[in-house]
């Protein structure tokens, strides 16, 4: 039976699931001092590998994973100058499908919230940068919590309204609604707020129900324990790294608003939502929303810097990547799901959008992690 010790930074429960999943299937013992208290630290520990999550430089754990030269996997350890590898969820992706989530809905104010030196934070203001925009910053203080209400406070006044804020987690999304509402802003109407990995008992529990990023953190720790296990069996990784992408958008309340000004536009993305599935075409969409083409397509390219469309496109895409994920319809089938009746077209437009055909998508998001595991935690 192998030992194998989990040493956490922060207690993750999903990614504590996979990893037991993993165990059960393949009679290991897991060592658990470190994980209803990160700091307690067993030194001498000997056993047969770690799974660890580096991210801090100035703690004991770096040092006493390399003291203990056994196998090591670092789970969602953003730290890059570590010999093991790394088993991390795909933020840079995670990043672009907030901010498009954000400009479909017509956002063209941007911010982050949360710790200072969140990859999540940094990889999001690229990707608002990127396409054009600006990025606002605020990071979390740490304080009291009137000191932080002042400081949010001072930041919100000199940011232009209706803002979009992506948070580097669901705790740091919920203390942000929080927050913006004892300041007296409106959840969603004036401030959009989304939180990442989509802890539901967090999501659920904020006065306003707090969107998210569904990330995959339970396939990161049966990945990640998979791996080790290759290494303890004398086998290398295939890679130093392997990126587990996020599921989806989960909207709730504090995301659930327009930011465009024109009713049109807002009719016509309400539409389109509803009625992707129906093979609707932009005429359409025209004839619900009683306005000429000619002006819809320039309202909507104002809006939301997109045709009506592409608009219609990547709602269609977008839930097409959900079908890849989540079942086994062919292509074919799951072109016709999302209102495409020609799924060469399809692919087409999905390559163009992923780089990627929908079947590469498919086997890239599976992965070999995701195979492996029990059809009911698929």
């Known amino acids: 039976m192998k030992n194998v010790l989990i040493a956490l930074e922060a207690h993750r429960g999903p990614l504590l699931e996979g990893i ?28 047969d590998g770690i799974l660890t999550m580096l991210i801090r430089d100035d703690t004991d754990l770096p040092r006493f994973v390399a003291s203990c030269a056994k196998p090591t996997v670092n789970l969602e350890g953003r730290r890059m100058a570590t010999p093991y590898p790394r088993v991390l969820t795909d933020v840079t992706l995670a990043a672009a499908m907030a901010f498009d989530y954000f400009r479909l809905k017509g956002f063209v104010n941007f911010a982050f919230y949360g710790y200072r030196h969140s990859v999540r934070g940094q990889d999001f203001a690229a990707t608002v940068r990127r396409h054009g925009f600006e990025c606002n910053v605020l990071y979390e203080w740490g304080g009291s919590w009137q000191g932080e209400l002042e400081i949010t406070g001072d930041w919100l006044r000199k940011l232009p309204k209706p803002l979009a804020v992506f948070c580097w987690s669901d705790y740091a999304g919920a203390r942000f609604v929080d927050m ?23 999501c659920d529990c904020t006065a306003v129900r707090l969107s998210s990023i569904q ?43 327009l ?6 536009v807002a009719a016509a993305v309400r539409f389109m939502k509803s009625h992707y599935a129906d093979f609707i075409k932009v005429a359409d969409v ?74 590469q998508y498919r086997q890239q998001w599976q992965g070999p992690a995701r195979s492996a595991m029990p059809a009911g935690d698929k």
Do not use: C
Request: glycine share 8%; hydrophobic share 40%; proline share 6%.
């Open 20 to 47: 037991a999943e993993y165990a059960r299937r393949h009679d290991w013992h897991l060592s658990l001092e470190m994980v209803p208290n990160p700091g307690n630290i067993p030194w001498g520990w000997d056993g």
């Open 286 to 359: 025209v004839a619900d929303v009683r306005i000429s083409r000619r002006g819809l397509e320039k309202a909507v390219l104002a809006a939301l810097g997109k045709s009506p469309r592409q608009v219609l496109e990547q709602i269609r895409l977008d839930r097409a990547r959900v079908l890849l994920r989540q079942t086994d319809d062919k292509v074919a089938e799951i072109a016709r799901r999302v209102g495409m009746s020609d799924p060469k077209h399809f692919s087409t437009l999905f390559r163009n959008s992923l780089g990627l055909s929908p079947r």
């Open 215 to 257: 990330t995959d953190i339970k396939v990161v720790g049966y990945e990640g324990a998979a791996l080790l296990d290759r290494l303890m069996n004398g086998r290398q990784p295939d890679s130093a790294d392997r990126f587990i992408p996020p599921r989806e958008v989960v909207e709730r309340g504090s995301t659930d608003t």
């Open 180 to 202: 913006a509402r004892s300041l007296g802003y409106r959840v969603p109407e004036d401030i959009a707020v989304l939180g990442m990995d989509n802890d539901e008992l967090v």
């Open 259 to 264: 930011a465009a000004d024109s009713p049109a």
